[in-house]
Nanobody, 130 residues
Framework: QVQLVESGGGLVQPGGSLRLSCVAF????????IGWFRQAPGKEREGVSC????????YYEDSVKGRFTISRDNAKNTVYLQMNSLKPEDTAVYSC???????????????????????WGRGTQVTVSS
C-alpha cells in the first residue's frame, strides 16, 4: 500500500520559516516526480513546486520563487519543501503528490497537472499569522 505522509506544518509568524517533509511508503521515490500543492479555504488548489527525476529539475509557482526551495533525499525516500519569508497568504493545507515518471524527466514550464499524479498525501496545515 502506497502512502505519502506530510509533516512539518504549524503556526508561524510572518517572515518566519518552516520545512515540510513528504515521506513515501510503498514506492521508491527515485522514479517519481513529487509535487507540493496547497489549498486555502474558499480557494482552488494550486501547485506550489515540484521536483522531477532529472537532477536539478524543479518548478516553482511565481509567488514562492526565491522563498521556497524543494529538495529530495532518495536515500530517505523523502522530499522537503523549505519555506522562508512566509506571508499570511501562504496559509493553506499543503499536500504532496507522487508520479511515476521514470529517470531523467523534467517538468513542463507550468509544472505537472494535479491529474497527472498517482498518489496523494493527506496534507499538513500551515498558518502564517501574527
Amino acid at each position: 500500500q502506497v502512502q505519502l505522509v506530510e509533516s512539518g506544518g504549524g503556526l508561524v509568524q510572518p517572515g518566519g520559516s518552516l520545512r515540510l517533509s513528504c515521506v513515501a511508503f510503498g514506492i521508491t521515490l527515485d522514479w517519481h516526480a513529487i509535487g507540493w500543492f496547497r489549498q486555502a479555504p474558499g480557494k482552488e488548489r494550486e501547485g506550489v513546486s515540484c521536483i522531477s527525476t532529472s537532477e536539478g529539475s524543479t518548478y516553482y509557482e511565481d509567488s514562492v520563487k526565491g522563498r521556497f526551495t524543494i529538495s529530495r533525499d532518495n536515500a530517505k525516500n523523502t522530499v522537503y519543501l523549505q519555506m522562508n519569508s512566509l506571508k499570511p497568504e501562504d496559509t493553506a493545507v499543503y499536500s504532496c503528490a507522487a508520479m511515476d515518471i521514470g529517470l531523467h524527466a523534467t517538468p513542463p514550464p507550468g509544472g505537472y497537472r494535479p491529474d497527472q499524479y498517482d498518489y496523494w498525501g493527506r496534507g499538513t496545515q500551515v498558518t502564517v499569522s501574527s
